[in-house]
T-cell receptor, first 109, second 117 residues
């Protein structure tokens, strides 16, 4: 079993839709949870970072962590074509980050 | 800060040739990571260094791969001999480590797209 599971998609939605991206993880010792965004032919860049269970908002983005279910989510409100990218969840392991496979998202105008 | 700098951006080489990828981490970051990304396998950690010392190289696929970090501002990943299945995008990332946790995340370079024909 992979430490972090993420549906690779692809996911295609119309502009303005609410997008939900999800990951599950297996190790309950994980404490830090991150989302990275990767545009085509670029390196991943840190989008959001959370520590505890609950929600964290940053503009149109909300990161949600449910440690009891080992489930993390990223919600994008009022999605824009510029949000089209691959989104990777990343979870702090013992001495390194463990990445999900990434979900390729396309927002259609 | 210029960010994490990788070179070359693109590399096309023939099977059997030696390939060297280069990385300059962000100044002050004491951890450096080499990743490989493919469509099938996603982002795979190959090796990471802390204070120039290799900590975990369990992701290095085989003896054909080697990595060095001679000083805090430079690292190389070498493949010798290269094979077509090594074709991928190779990323270098760096991070300031705080008490064993990478709570600040990693900063990635733009990657080297390697094609072995």
């Amino acid at each position: 079993q992979k430490e972090v599971e993420q549906d690779p998609g692809p996911l295609s939605v119309p502009e303005g839709a609410i997008v939900s991206l999800n990951c599950t993880y297996s190790n309950s010792a994980f404490q830090y949870f991150m989302w990275y965004r990767q545009y085509s032919r670029k390196g991943p860049e840190l989008l959001m970072y959370t520590y505890s269970s609950g929600n964290k908002e940053d503009g149109r983005f909300t990161a949600q962590v449910d440690k009891s279910s080992k489930y993390i989510s990223l919600f994008i409100r009022d999605s824009q074509p510029s949000d089209s990218a691959t989104y990777l969840c990343a979870i702090q392991g013992a001495q390194k980050l463990v990445f999900g496979q990434g979900t390729r998202l396309t927002i259609n105008p | 800060d210029a960010g994490v700098i990788q070179s070359p951006r693109h590399e096309v080489t023939e099977m059997g040739q030696e390939v060297t990828l280069r990385c300059k981490p962000i100044s002050g970051h004491n951890s450096l990571f080499w990743y490989r990304q493919t469509m099938m396998r996603g982002l795979e950690l190959l090796i990471y260094f802390n204070n120039n010392v290799p900590i975990d190289d369990s992701g290095m696929p085989e003896d054909r791969f080697s990595a060095k970090m001679p000083n805090a501002s430079f690292s190389t990943l070498k493949i010798q001999p290269s094979e077509p299945r090594d074709s991928a995008v190779y990323f270098c990332a760096s991070s300031p480590q705080d008490r064993g946790f990478f709570s600040y995340g990693y900063t990635f370079g733009s990657g080297t797209r390697l094609t072995v024909v």
